[in-house]
């Protein structure tokens, strides 16, 4: 992976403990593998819940 830099002018919303953590372009390269979607997509209660998936982050769009 390529060197990231910790962005240090946004708090990142991710309450889940990992190396990535601050480290947005680490964290979306990591999700994107995945299908997911990094925390700071999602809103603070739906966050909690650790479903990064398009339907979580549809479920929560749509509530706003």
Partial sequence: MN???TNKTMKC????PCSRRGKCCD???YHQV???FPA????QESEAS???SYAALKRDRDKR
């Fill in 40 to 43: 700071c997509f999602f809103s």
């Fill in 3 to 5: 060197h990231c830099p």
């Fill in 34 to 36: 995945g299908g997911e």
């Fill in 50 to 52: 650790y479903d990064r």
């Fill in 13 to 16: 919303p991710c309450t889940y």
């Fill in 27 to 29: 964290c979306l390269a």
